[in-house]
């Protein structure tokens, strides 16, 4: 089967080249960084002894920022709220633990 190679032909397969490029580009940059991320996520869950599910993640949050309200409530002096959001992020954060 005999093509033509005209002008518009080689546009095209430059063109077809070029994004071919780019996708490769992209392909290998984000399989590099969901790598990583994987990686992260393992070495996180194994040093605090939990499974690495997305639902212990979501707690593992969960516990810092009720943390963090514990952390807010004593810096505004209020040992009631930094008693309240204490327990509730070592409730949270203790049920992680394997």
């Given at each position: 089967m005999h093509t033509e190679d005209?002008?518009?032909?080689?546009?095209?397969?430059?063109?077809?080249?070029?994004?071919?490029?780019?996708v490769a580009g992209i392909k290998w940059l984000l399989g590099g960084l969901g790598g990583a991320l994987g990686d992260f996520y393992s070495g996180l869950a194994g040093a605090m002894g939990m499974n690495p599910?997305?639902?212990?993640?979501?707690?593992?949050?969960?516990g810092l920022?009720?943390?963090?309200?514990?952390?807010?409530?004593?810096?505004?002096?209020?040992?009631?709220?930094f008693i309240f959001w204490l327990f509730l992020a070592v409730l949270v954060l203790g049920g992680l633990v394997n």
């Open positions: 005209g002008f518009f032909a080689s546009l095209g397969g430059m063109l077809g080249e070029a994004l071919r490029g780019v599910s997305i639902f212990n993640f979501v707690l593992l949050v969960l920022m009720f943390l963090w309200g514990a952390v807010k409530a004593i810096l505004r002096r209020s040992i009631l709220g």
